[in-house]
């Protein structure tokens, strides 16, 4: 066993009869469906944004539980892998899981800084020491058009967060990824301006749906998914969940990122998901499911959803916006 794959599983507490091949992790989900019924456990601009007036009523431990899964179809293992936007390994889908293998994910460190009492560089293990992973089954809905079911394994930010004492000055949190030219070798292209960073309003990083992805399939992330440490925020567009992340930090102003500073009126700092607001080269209205199945990629097209499905729980965060606008 390498060391990296040692360090994270000793991270997330998974036994090697835990890790699962794709077919396993189907019947055990059909397993855990049948079970639902028990309680769960657990946008272009560069002006700064001011805090939305807070929501009327926040959604219930329940209609937040809800968000945690899905009943839809799982994306194949194969295809989650092999289909995969990481330009620090290549502008092509299938480049990051060639490239990617050059990524050390072991010694791994996070920089945490900024607007909180307890700042300081930690270790990947110290990091995620004492917290269990959960299983989140989130939809993926990518700028581009094309979406993903995936069953990932993490915790929630918020716990990661919280353990730092951000200060009340702390009203966005900025993520950076890693940029080291000898293990990515898409940095030689200055397509971005790396180091990819990507950020969240607090209340955002907060939220129980944002998960600090460590694994998907019952797996350690692979390297083309952003080993070994990822965002996933179901509700906003893939470019937001920011990969293989080295360091954290509070800050009192909206943070830049790389996407919104390269095409501001393409890709706004909060980047929901909104059928109603096309991006300017297409519609987004719909997308193409990756399905993977009788020898074509794509299924056919299907509706988008506000808020990529999770209206009932995020639209709160928003109130007082026009989410007709990029902000």
């Known amino acids: 066993m390498s060391p990296s794959l040692r360090s994270l599983r000793t991270a997330l507490r998974i036994p090697a009869t835990e890790i699962a091949d794709e077919a396993v992790w189907r019947q055990r989900r059909r397993l855990l469906a049948g079970l639902g019924a028990l309680p769960a456990l657990g946008l272009s601009g560069c002006a700064e944004a001011e805090p939305p007036p807070p929501a009327r009523e ?14 839809e179809a799982l994306t ?10 990481f330009y620090e390994f290549g502008t092509g889908k299938a480049d ?17 800084s900024g607007e909180c009492a307890k700042p300081g560089r930690v270790s990947f293990d110290d990091l ?10 989130y939809r993926l809905r990518c700028v581009e058009g094309w979406s993903m079911v995936i069953p990932w394994l993490g915790v929630p930010l918020a716990q990661v967060l ?40 607090i209340d955002e990083a ?12 019952g797996k350690p992330l692979p390297q083309q998914n952003g080993a070994p440490l990822r965002l996933v925020v179901p509700w906003k567009y893939g470019f937001k969940s920011i990969k293989s992340i080295v360091a954290i930090r509070f800050v009192e102003r909206m943070p830049p990122t790389a996407w919104n500073d390269l095409q501001p009126r393409e890709y ?10 096309d991006h300017p080269r297409w519609s987004q209205a719909s997308e193409r499911r990756i399905s993977g199945s009788e020898g074509r990629l ?22 007082g916006m026009d989410l007709r606008r990029w902000y």
Do not use: C
């Open 58 to 71: 926040p959604p219930g431990r329940e209609e937040v539980a809800a968000g945690f899964s899905t009943d």
């Open 76 to 85: 194949r293992e194969a295809d989650v892998t092999s289909y995969n936007n």
């Open 96 to 112: 990051p899981s060639r490239a990617a293998k050059t990524l050390r994910t072991s010694p791994w460190h996070v920089e945490v």
């Open 128 to 137: 995620l020491r004492g917290f269990l992973p959960e299983e989140r089954v």
């Open 162 to 201: 919280r353990r730092f004492e951000p200060t009340s000055k702390a009203k966005f949190v900025a993520f950076t990824t890693l940029a080291d030219r000898e293990q990515m070798p898409g940095l030689r292209y200055r397509s971005i301006d790396w180091p990819y960073r990507e950020g969240l309003r």
């Open 206 to 217: 907060m939220h129980p749906l944002t998960l600090l992805a460590t694994g998907l399939y």
């Open 268 to 277: 706004g700092f909060f980047a929901n998901v909104n059928p109603a607001v």
């Open 298 to 319: 794509f299924a056919d097209r299907i509706p988008t959803r506000p808020f990529n499905g999770y209206a009932e729980q995020v639209a709160g965060l928003y109130a």
